[in-house]
């Protein structure tokens, strides 16, 4: 079976409907020729039978309360508020995923449900109403008291409300920028077929370095790319 | 419940079905054998949509890709780790060793560096040279032809730079540097060291009708769907029953013993399928261990019988010896002048480095023996779980307060986005009669198999490496204008030195020689006790160098192929 059949056997198995060519015709050598299946072509995520049922396990267990993911997204987004075009952590998913990964890492249960106690212990205190209530006036005098650590202390050897803002605002500014909007506003152009052909001339003069003649003579030629390599018995490439 | 056993008799039975398996399974089912290969693992198919975890995006899995199940990351493409449910193994107290296995078709090729380096002549004979170790029983010259073969047969990147102990071959145009990559360049040269291109088991150039070429997405770990790296499934396994070669493949059957007859010869293997958890026999005139070196040995430990009773090929008490690991430790680096990066481009390029630096020094002049090489890394990378976790942490380099929140970490993130640039070293130890692995008498794994026992420790010469790794990247770090980042790790921390294992280059456990007492093959990878056996693994290594051990087993086990054919068409096994 040649490729091409093989791929197109395989798509149809899989019940995808768009596959994505980067094809193209034959005089443009430098682009990528073979057919490749992006994410966007299948529903599979590559787990194993035995990872899909843990998947499954963490999904039917519920960590936090209603009322503890909704604090969750409020402090999220008082870390990074939403800015237009990419939104924010609500539009990242961000409570969503700290309510997974708490239990794929549970180590991290125990300082993110003690630190959203201490938040509403202290809103309550302070003004007398749960911090998700509280305006942002409020939120902000609650947090410019624990958003700085002290860097020459070990982490764990700091107070809990300050190790649970740390953690949050990480697993905020993670979760945001490894969703879709957050990859779009940071500008990340990979992860997508190309070829790479080094790096574009502006780039080097902004960061003041050069390529020298002598390396780049020795790399590859993408117009050569799709033409089968041959040597002469001493190890030179001749094609 | 009798054991089953089969009654078809193969010519050879290879046992693993990574590198050397892979290369064994593609020779000798080349030149007509009938061939089963019995891997512990599932099948594998990087092009299979179902596994594949290629150009996923991080938001395409719940935890964003932590490594939760997977020691390098959601993504990487190794089905196991340094733990496995089920196969434990012990470590001696006092002492360290890490046991990575990947359970599936191809094992660790699939999700590995694929950096492809050749042994050196001054490699193979290091006794001569400082008096340590044991030379091996072959020379550069025997495995020449080896590698030319295999650099052609599956493709390397890389230049011809006439280096002594880094010899040239047959390689394919490297891609050009990356940005972070030229400041190493830069970094590299006021300190004298030398840089090349990178050589790694990628088709930046189409090498035959069945293969894609790179399409530099950098996930070369996560085992590519075009087949354009190296993996023993994809370039081996799948051409060889492609060609039409009588190839049968045991998945999911863990081997537990070689089975001999009354004269001691090998039989084939018994193995315990993990689907119906009961024992089963295959039958074949040659058996070809390529389990992993530590799994190869244990295979023998474990086959023991009136005519081998300390185990198959352990007349000389020699199998489990001399186990070692390359040594490893890291740094990474702040790097200024890599801030405020354009993000207009694309640049993923290859799963690996594109430049890096082979060993450089004259180890008569230092205080340890054997050297290392250097592997770089950074860049824009694909982000997955752990990005921006620390958003401006590297305000604390400039006196500016690290912490806070707010629409201003936008600008943290994008400010310091690839201005990291990290060093890994990877290096020779000595190989050590004290370091080994044995039967350790009172555990089985969930199959019933004895397990392995670890003693392993390093030695002042590892640690002294380690300590001029450390300087070495914090002198390259301030050479490009950078900031060491995290405690530079001192004596109290053996400078960072990794535990042996963490590398994953084990080898030496069933090493080559000459002599039948000193060692468990000869210099065709067959056991002086039984001549239908082989171990084409990194078992036979005589001692590993400052590189890579994947190339050599493939030549070596290309090698080992070829004698097999030869010897049975003599009749002589």
């Known amino acids: 079976m040649d490729r091409r059949k093989s791929i197109q056997t395989m798509i149809l198995g899989a019940g995808a409907s768009a596959l994505a060519f980067h094809g193209c015709k034959p005089e443009e050598e430098t682009k990528v020729n073979e057919e490749i299946l992006t994410s966007e072509d299948t529903d599979y995520w590559g787990r194993t039978p035995e990872e899909l049922e843990r998947v499954q396990k963490l999904r039917a267990e519920q960590l936090f309360s209603e009322h503890d993911l909704e604090t969750i997204a409020v402090l999220s987004t008082v870390i990074l508020p939403p800015k237009d075009p990419h939104g924010g952590p609500i539009e990242a998913e961000v409570p969503e995923f700290i309510e997974f990964i708490a239990k794929d890492i549970p180590s991290m249960q125990p300082v993110l449900r003690g630190g959203l106690m201490w938040l509403d212990h202290k809103s309550n205190t302070e003004f007398e109403t749960e911090f998700k209530s509280a305006s942002l006036a409020q939120q902000k005098e609650i947090l410019d008291t624990i958003c700085y650590h002290d860097i020459d202390v070990p982490l764990d050897d700091q107070p809990l409300e300050i190790q649970f803002f740390y953690l949050m605002r990480g697993l905020t500014m993670t979760g945001y920028y490894t969703s879709k909007v957050g990859i779009a506003d940071l500008g990340y152009k990979g992860n997508s077929p190309n070829v790479w052909d080094g790096v574009p001339q502006d780039v080097l003069d902004q960061h003041g370095v050069s390529y020298d003649p002598a390396w780049i003579a020795k790399c590859v030629d993408q117009s050569k790319r799709n033409v089968i390599a041959e040597w002469d018995d001493d190890g030179n490439l001749l094609t | ?573």
């Open chain 2, 1 to 573: 419940m009798q054991i089953k056993e089969s009654s078809e008799v193969y010519d050879v039975i290879i046992v693993g079905s990574g590198a050397g398996g892979g290369m064994a399974t593609k020779q000798l089912a080349d030149a007509g054998l009938n061939v089963a290969v019995v891997e512990a693992g599932p099948f594998f198919d990087p092009k299979d949509p179902k596994t594949m975890t290629q150009l996923k995006w991080a938001y395409e899995a719940p935890n964003r890709g932590a490594g939760t199940t997977r020691p390098f990351g959601g993504w990487d493409m190794a089905w196991g780790g340094w733990e496995i449910e089920g196969e434990p193994y012990t470590v001696e107290e006092g002492t360290e060793f890490r046991w990575f296995r990947s359970r599936m078709l191809g094992g660790r090729t699939n999700h590995w560096g694929r950096i492809s380096l050749r042994f050196g002549p001054d490699d193979f004979k290091h006794k001569d040279i400082d008096g340590l170790g044991e030379n091996w029983p072959i020379s550069y010259d025997d495995v020449k032809p080896y590698y030319d073969k295999v650099d052609k047969l599956i493709g390397v990147f890389g230049t011809n730079e006439g280096l002594p102990n880094d010899p040239d071959g047959f390689f394919l145009p490297p891609p050009k540097p990356r940005l972070h990559e030229l400041f190493y360049i830069n970094g590299a040269k006021k300190s004298g060291i030398p840089v090349i291109p990178g050589r790694l088991s990628m088709l930046t150039k189409k090498i035959n009708e069945d293969r894609g070429v790179c399409f530099y997405c950098g996930q070369c770990s996560r085992s590519c769907q075009v087949y354009a790296d190296f993996s023993s499934g994809s370039c081996l396994i799948f051409p060889a029953q492609k060609s039409g070669g009588k190839v049968k493949l045991f998945v999911n059957c863990m081997v537990r013993e070689v089975t001999t007859n009354e004269e001691g010869k090998a039989t084939g293997v018994s193995y315990i399928s993990k689907d119906d958890r009961k024992e089963y026999k295959l039958r074949g005139k040659v058996v070809v261990l390529a389990a992993s070196a530590c799994s190869s040995a244990r295979i023998l430990l474990n086959s023991k019988s009136k005519q081998h009773p300390n185990g198959l090929g352990n007349s000389s008490d020699v199998v489990g010896k001399y186990l070692h690991d390359s040594t490893g430790a890291s740094a990474a680096g702040f790097i200024p002048g890599l801030m405020n990066r354009n993000v207009s481009y694309n640049e993923d390029g290859v799963g690996g480095m594109h430049v890096y630096s082979p060993w450089w020094g004259d180890n008569s002049k230092l205080d340890f023996p054997r050297g290392y090489h250097i592997e770089v890394w950074g860049g824009m990378g694909n982000p997955n779980y752990g990005f921006a976790m620390n958003p401006n942490d590297f305000n604390k380099f400039f006196g500016l307060k690290v912490g806070g929140y707010g629409d201003q970490l936008r600008d943290d993130v994008k400010k310091y986005y690839g201005s990291v640039i990290g060093f890994g070293g990877r290096g020779e130890s000595i190989a050590r009669k004290d370091n080994f692995c044995e039967i350790d008498p009172t555990k089985v794994d969930e199959f019933g198999i004895p397990i392995l026992k670890f003693n392993y420790k390093h030695s002042e010469f590892e640690i002294k490496q380690a300590k001029h790794m450390q300087d070495t990247f914090e002198e390259l770090i301030h050479n490009m204008g950078g900031e060491y980042l995290g405690n530079k790790p001192g004596k109290d921390r053996d400078y960072g030195l990794h535990a042996p294992g963490d590398i994953i280059h084990e080898v030496g456990t069933t090493r080559m020689g000459d002599d039948p007492k000193t060692s468990v093959t000869n210099k065709f990878n067959q056991l002086h006790d039984v001549d239908n056996v082989f171990i084409v693994d990194a078992g036979p290594f005589t001692s590993q160098a400052d590189k890579n051990c994947t190339w050599t087993i493939l030549a070596l086990s290309w090698r080992a192929s070829d004698y097999i054919i030869e010897q049975l068409k003599q009749q002589n096994i």
